[in-house]
């Protein structure tokens, strides 16, 4: 195992050693095997050399239309940024209080009680104000992060990654240590570097339910980067690493101002890489079709070559009942090495002379015959099959259909298209964005703080105007989409502008307008927020309104009755209490109802037939 070379070739091992940590935060004891072996400053060996690795991809037929097809599915597409939890949803509330509740367990709870209507109200309006403002501040990043745009950088990192099987992503802070700038990084002259001896202290965002974010101290041997040009070396560190370290040496110094004069300080990389268990480096998909790149390059080769060098003449003239005659060798020869080289002589004719012979050997004989033989050629369909064979292997290590890639059977349909589409789709494509989006989340975006949003990739829209009337009329039934909402997909494909309608109807979905349920107001909606609040306050205005005339009335007829009722003559008068309320009790005569029913000065007469009438 001293060969460097054949210890590349052994198995992936971990060696479990003491962690030697200073607190109680445990670090990693995972090491590589090929650290043993480079422990210098031009990092690990790289079991697969990137260079080569490029310089086939660049003149292969096999390999390009494959990385294409991943690189152009997965990052070309642009991103989206979704929010964690849908505030118009109908479980949004609960999901609050579970963010809630895990942030009271993380404080060391036991059992900590529900939160309360108002809590979840205020929690609420601190994520749709986050969700608001993150979303400004994402937008603004991925804008200026780059001066190729993001989009680029994704694809030129993922054709690193397809290509050698490693992709690099440069991270560069501003003076206030926040991440400003992400640069694509070739992984053709990149290494590895050793993992640290000794954990060092390093500080990692962790998640507190679903939109907080709490700061954790954590024990960790990061891995370093260098980058080798010409004879120039360039070092960076890992991502998330406090240290300051310098870009030409490697060194760790103790603050910025103890670095040389005209030193610069290291950047930090995020690796992205094809696992494989015997090496830190990813290794390259394809690396198991390698004979079949290859062999596709030399059928190549072969065919263009044999156009200029071909080494067989079509036809040959022979004579028999004959001898060649005089310096038919030497025309042999110069017709091998000038007349049948080249697309010019490529049905050039190979004649040959000869002289007759009798039958004691000597010349005038009889009986000469001259004869032209097809001489075999080499067939184009032995060689066309290989290469056919040879790239679907090839193809099969990303697991891609031939649609996808370019190449169009006579075996396809519409349906089996559309099938092998949705195969590659759902598994190669999506796996590999969600898989990108994730290190993206766990690196770049932790440390921006991103809480409220997750930033994923796109997928291809359908274009088909069929596929997207089916898809339409689908969401329209199911009652997804409103008529207006319905009407700017629609725009689309039919290539028109279809303008908004007004009536309520059109803006809720169909099932709702036919089945009579009434619109339902936005709550979200802040103008109609406002005038919702606005009638309810003033209904209530004129609700008390009401009551106040209803008991002014009340209290007016009350002190009329008692005025008549002491002029008739109160026999008792004290209070009692009635459901629980002081209520006075008057008790007068008989005689005395006439005199409180007859109106101010009415005449006793009139009393009288008022009585008569009753």
Not at 70 to 98: C, G, K, W, Y
Not at 164 to 170: A, C, K, Q, S, V
Not at 532 to 559: G, S
Request: net charge negative; charged share 25%.
């Amino acid at each position: 195992m001293s060969d460097p070379d054949l210890a590349r070739e052994s198995l992936y091992a971990t060696l479990l050693k003491a962690a030697g940590a200073d607190d109680n935060a445990l670090a990693s004891n995972v090491h590589a095997h090929e650290e043993e072996f480079a422990q210098s400053l031009d990092g690990l060996p790289c079991p697969y050399p990137p260079e080569p690795l490029v310089r086939l991809y660049e003149r292969s037929s096999s390999l390009r239309p494959c990385v294409e097809a991943m690189v152009t599915n997965v990052h070309a597409f642009r991103h989206r940024l979704v929010p964690r939890i849908d505030l118009e949803a109908a479980d949004a509330d609960q999901r609050i209080s579970d963010c809630i509740l895990a942030a009271r367990l993380d404080n060391g709870e036991e059992d900590p009680p529900d939160p309360t209507e108002q809590e979840i109200a205020t929690k609420r309006a601190e994520i749709a104000r986050g969700i608001k403002i993150e979303a400004i501040r994402l937008n603004s990043f991925f804008r200026n992060c780059s001066s190729i745009g993001w989009t680029q950088v994704r694809k030129r990192v993922a054709t690193d990654l397809e290509v050698t099987g490693n992709g690099y992503l440069e991270v560069v802070r501003d003076a206030g240590g926040r991440i400003s700038k992400l640069n694509h990084c070739p992984a053709v002259n990149m290494r590895l570097r050793p993992l640290e001896a000794k954990p060092i202290k390093m500080w990692r965002r962790r998640w507190v339910g679903e939109v907080d974010l709490e700061l954790e101290e954590v024990n960790e041997k990061p891995r370093g980067f260098v980058q080798r040009v010409n004879m120039d070396r360039t070092f960076f560190k890992a991502f998330g690493d406090p240290r300051v370290i310098g870009a030409s040496n490697g060194a760790v110094y103790d603050s910025p101002e103890a670095m040389p004069k005209g030193e610069r300080e290291a950047t930090e990389i995020v690796h992205f890489g094809v696992f494989a268990g015997r090496t830190s480096y990813g290794v390259p998909r394809w690396i198991g079709a390698v004979f079949e790149v290859l062999g596709i390059e030399a059928y190549s080769q072969v065919n263009y070559l044999g156009f200029d060098n071909k080494g067989i003449p079509p036809l040959a003239v022979t004579v028999s009942g004959g001898t060649l005659g005089p310096g038919a060798a030497a025309y042999l020869e110069n017709y091998m090495k000038v007349r049948m080289k080249g697309r010019m002589n490529y049905h050039s004719v190979l004649l040959l002379e000869a002289v007759a012979t009798n039958q004691e050997g000597g010349t005038g004989g009889r009986g000469v015959q001259v004869g032209i033989q097809p001489l075999t050629q080499p067939q184009d369909a032995v060689y066309l099959e290989y290469a056919n064979r040879s790239e679907d292997i090839v193809a099969r290590q990303w697991r891609i259909s031939p649609i996808t890639r370019g190449k169009v059977e006579s075996t396809f349909n519409k349906a089996t298209a559309e099938a092998a589409l949705k195969k590659d789709e759902e598994q190669v494509f999506q796996p590999a964005r969600a898989e990108f989006d994730e290190q993206l989340e766990l690196t770049v975006l932790l440390d921006l703080g991103v809480r409220y949003h997750r930033v994923e990739s796109n997928s291809p829209v359908a274009s088909d105007p069929d596929s997207l009337s089916v898809i339409l009329e689908r969401l329209v039934r199911n009652n997804v989409l409103t008529p207006n909402e319905a009407r700017k997909v629609a725009s689309n494909i039919l290539n028109t502008d279809l303008h908004e309608i007004a009536a309520d109807w059109a803006k809720q979905p169909a099932a709702f307008t036919l089945n009579g349920i009434p619109l339902q107001e936005d709550a979200e909606d802040p103008v109609r927020s406002k005038m919702a609040e606005a009638a309810t306050t003033i209904q209530r205005v004129l609700d008390l309104r009401a009551k106040v005339h209803q008991e002014t009335m009340a209290q007016a007829a009350m002190a009329e009755a008692k005025a008549r009722a002491d002029e008739a003559g109160v026999v008792d008068e004290h209070e009692e209490i009635i459901d629980g309320r002081p209520v006075t009790v008057v008790r007068m005569l008989p005689e005395a109802f006439a005199k409180i029913a007859r109106p101010h000065g009415a005449s006793n007469d009139a009393a009288e037939d008022q009585d008569d009438a009753a």
